[in-house]
């Protein structure tokens, strides 16, 4: 299919909504593993089902490989063709818009059909000159769309039927909704591929006490949407634009994967350093939730939580948006992040867990954003957590104002905690005036304090 005469090409953006109530609506974490491999690159897998019947249309949907982004060239004019894809967005050119409009009822319907209940956001516009000029234009009207766009739901059930009490969705005969079950297929088939490990998760969570003690992290980059913006200002040609997005993606993509998957392999093997006493009752795991970018949540054994969190602010801190390690490319474009980090029972409801521990990386965000705490435009890297207890930790605020404050009002609080780098160090050595880091650092949120302080008390025990 060629591009049709007298109409031109057409930039589309695609955003599934309600991805995180999605994945935690249910309690059990197993569920919301479900729902993360269900939702694993559905946008892509959506638009390469739409397409498989489509004749005579020419594609190109890879915009990168192992080796790193492939070039694209506005001179190659494909019918379809994926420009990049970052931030839980998916951005498409099509030849025309009649075409635009078909794949996108064919993805709309895929997405319905694989996860049951997840609606499909589409906004488009016709291809300008100006790359800058197009995403602001594309972005705002899918800030529109969204605005606009009813939740629409699956119909509930019917007063004489049994219903899910979680999700409020009709039970079908096998035991579950639709939606749950489909979760469960998506995790068990996983389990054929992760067999041992999966086994060895189950029989740690079902256990009573003290050690069957679980932490969800929430980790999310600071800074993103202002780094990205810096980095592409300049370039307004198509191919430039479009080749920098594509860079910033891959590398966003890679780097938060790679750094994940060594945490993850660095503290499953650690456990082989412990004393053989603690090996019989400590078993070390580190399962993902979602790993999406810059977005990344896990679930692990309750002793490492803040350990790998502090791996974590430490080597992702090596990488940078371009992809480059020099002292420019760090500073200019290096990566940080933000962790909230909930500690519960294996029997406490998951999804209200995640939703401390996504309140607790809220409160270290403000605390990083603050301009004491901040080099210039660069933000530290902190860490809040919290123990639940009960279910009333959703009234997250609230309950630190109650259970954090003296009756004369003063704040017990120190947390959240500034988790010091080589990279602060450095900047802080290459500075005669210390930065906003080095005064984290030495103050009484400092991480390497609190480490200390428990330290200490251990010790006292």
């Known amino acids: 299919m060629s591009e049709m005469n007298g109409e031109k090409r057409v930039l589309a953006l695609y955003d599934v909504r309600g991805i995180q109530s999605y994945i935690f609506r249910r ?14 690159n559905i946008v892509s897998n959506a638009l390469k089902n739409a397409i498989e019947n489509e004749e005579k249309v020419t594609c190109q949907l890879e915009w990168y490989d192992d080796s790193g982004i492939k070039k694209y060239k506005s001179t190659d004019k494909k019918d379809i063709e994926v420009l990049f894809i970052g931030g839980g967005n998916a951005y498409v050119m099509f030849s025309n818009e009649e075409l635009c409009k078909k794949i996108n009822r064919k993805m709309s319907y895929y997405i319905l059909k694989n996860t049951y209940s997840l609606p499909l956001a589409i906004a488009y516009i016709d291809q300008g000159n100006l790359y800058a000029e197009d995403y602001k234009k594309l972005n705002d009207k899918m800030n529109q769309v969204k605005a606009d766009m009813p939740m629409t739901k699956p119909l509930g059930a019917l007063p004489i039927m049994k219903t899910e009490l979680e999700t409020g969705y009709p ?24 067999n041992q490990q999966e086994k060895d998760f189950e029989s740690y969570i079902s256990q009573k006490g003290v050690d069957s003690m679980l932490a969800v992290v929430h980790i999310d980059g600071n800074s993103m949407g202002i780094r990205i913006r810096n980095y592409i200002k300049d370039k307004t040609d198509y191919s430039e634009a479009v080749n920098a997005m594509r860079t910033v993606s891959y590398h966003i993509k890679k780097s938060y ?3 994940f998957e060594g945490m993850k392999q660095f503290f499953e093997t650690s456990s082989e350093r412990l004393p053989e006493f603690e090996k019989k009752k400590t078993n070390l795991f580190v399962r993902e939730i979602l790993v999406a970018g810059d977005d990344v949540t896990y679930v692990c054994n309750a002793k490492i939580a803040l350990a790998t969190v502090e791996y974590f602010c430490r080597e992702i801190t090596k990488y940078s948006l371009n992809g480059e390690t020099d002292d420019k490319s760090i500073k ?17 409801p998951f999804g209200t867990a995640y939703k401390v521990a996504e309140a607790c990386c809220h409160s270290a965000k403000e605390k990083a954003k603050k301009k004491e705490n901040r080099d210039g435009d660069r933000i530290g890297n902190f860490v809040d957590f919290h123990i639940c207890r009960n279910v009333h930790a959703l009234n997250f605020k609230e309950m630190r ?17 500034f988790v010091r780098t080589e990279i602060d160090s450095e900047a802080d050595e290459k500075t005669e005036n210390k930065s906003g880091f080095d005064t984290a650092a030495n103050s009484c949120y400092s991480f390497e304090k609190f480490k200390s302080a428990v330290n200490h008390f251990q010790d006292e025990r």
Not at 171 to 194: C, F, H, I, P, Q
Request: overall charge positive.
């Open 27 to 40: 309690k059990r974490v197993k569920d919301a593993i479900g729902a993360s491999k269900l939702i694993e």
């Open 171 to 194: 039970m079908s005969n096998e035991g579950g909704s639709t939606e749950t079950l489909l979760k469960k297929n998506a995790v068990d088939s996983s389990e054929k591929r992760e």
């Open 257 to 259: 994967r790679t750094v």
């Open 332 to 348: 200019d474009y290096g990566f940080s992040v933000c962790a909230g980090v909930a500690y519960f029972g294996s029997h406490f």
């Open 401 to 417: 104002m109650r259970e954090y404050r003296t009756s004369h009002g003063e704040n017990l609080l120190i947390r959240p905690y």
